[in-house]
Nanobody, 120 residues
Framework: QVQLVESGGGLVQPGSSLRLSCAAF????????VAWFRQAPGKEREGVSCISSDGGSRFDADFVKGRFTISRDNANMYLQMHDLEPQDTAVYYCAADRAEKRLDPDYDYWGQGTQVTVSS
């Protein structure tokens, strides 16, 4: 069974760091472009960062502002987040697709999401 499973979310204070992980089960990520999306309460899902199947191309949403870094290996993808702000509060989802879709949300495979809450 093909599955993506996120972990690493939590409640942190503004200015803190978190590292999200996403593990692939039932397939390897070698031939897949991967991305992180997020959805805040009452808002649409939005793309955060993506990385190509060969790891050579990355793209971030404007709001990332250099604070987040996406990375990957053949079984996992990661999102290292620094200097978190309350506006970053959302459920974060990982996604994978054989096609390079950047931050278009039309990915084939999705994780179940992990909650990130930034609050003092």
């Amino acid at each position: 069974q093909v599955q993506l499973v996120e972990s690493g979310g939590g409640l942190v204070q503004p200015g803190s760091s978190l590292r999200l992980s996403c593990a692939a089960f039932g397939f390897t990520l070698d031939d897949y472009a991967v991305a992180w999306f997020r959805q805040a309460p009452g808002k649409e899902r939005e793309g955060v960062s993506c990385i190509s199947s060969d790891g050579g191309s990355r793209f971030d949403a404007d709001f990332v502002k250099g604070r987040f870094t996406i990375s990957r290996d053949n079984a996992n993808m990661y999102l290292q987040m620094h200097d978190l702000e309350p506006q970053d509060t959302a459920v974060y989802y990982c996604a994978a697709d054989r096609a390079e879709k950047r931050l278009d949300p039309d990915y084939d495979y999705w994780g179940q999401g992990t909650q990130v809450t930034v609050s003092s």
